[in-house]
């Protein structure tokens, strides 16, 4: 079983939908990270947390502790905003364990 | 913003050959980090750097993979004899702080292909 598990795999919205993207872990973790890969493969970081919720314009990420569950919101989604975004978390070390991303495709 | 460099971006080379990845971290940070992605699955973890020395590895990362900070600016990881597996996209990360509880500032990436 994968330590860090997302859903859905795959994400087509048109413009303007409110984005979900969900994120589960089997073990405790000391925080978790959100990512965005864009189709040229660079990775950014867009948040982390370990214990509530973050907002940063139109992305607002979510972490319930008790659930092992975290989720990545996306208000009035674009198509700029498609890429993949990966969970990842970090159980203590330096290392972050990767989740196999959500493809987000927004339509115009 | 500041960002953090790696270069080349595509390398090529055959199977057996030594090659040698390189990026600039972000100037005032002091954790360093290799990841690779293989086609198709997901970031896995490599290594960690810190005060010169590997802070943490992965089963991955075994005797044919080595890094150096040679020069106080510039971070290498040296694969000593490349296997066809080996081909991947190779990401430079830094932190200003112990990654897991920082963020991390990923380079562009390095695809590697092993023929």
């Known amino acids: 079983k994968n330590e860090v598990e997302q859903s859905p795999q795959n994400l087509t919205a048109q413009e303007g939908e409110f984005i979900t993207i969900n994120c589960s872990y089997s073990?405790?973790?000391?925080?978790l990270h959100w990512l965005q890969q864009h189709p040229g493969g660079g990775i950014v970081s867009l948040f982390m947390l370990s214990s509530g919720k973050k907002k940063h314009g139109r992305l607002i990420a979510t972490i319930n502790i008790q659930e092992k569950h975290s989720s990545l919101h996306i208000t009035a989604s674009h198509p700029r905003d498609s890429a993949v975004y990966i969970c990842?978390?970090?159980?203590?070390?330096?290392?972050?364990?990767f989740g196999k991303g959500t493809k987000l495709t927004v339509n115009p | 913003e500041p960002e953090v460099t790696q270069t080349p971006s595509h390398q090529v080379t055959q199977m057996g050959q030594e090659v040698i990845l390189r990026c600039v971290p972000i100037?005032?940070?002091?954790?360093f980090y290799w990841y690779r992605q293989i086609l198709g699955q997901k970031v896995e973890f490599l290594v960690s750097f810190y005060n010169n020395e590997i802070s943490e590895k992965s089963e991955i990362f075994d005797d044919q993979f080595s890094v150096e900070r040679p020069d106080g600016s510039n971070f290498t990881l040296k694969i000593r004899s490349t296997k066809l597996e080996d081909s991947a996209m190779y990401f430079c990360?830094?932190?200003?702080?112990?990654?897991?509880?920082?963020?991390?500032?990923f380079g562009s990436g390095t695809q590697l292909s092993v023929l």
């Open positions: 100037s005032n940070h002091l954790y």
């Open positions: 990842a978390v970090s159980r203590g070390s330096e290392k972050l364990v």
């Open positions: 073990v405790g973790i000391s925080a």
């Open positions: 990360a830094s932190s200003a702080n112990r990654g897991g509880h920082e963020k991390l500032f």
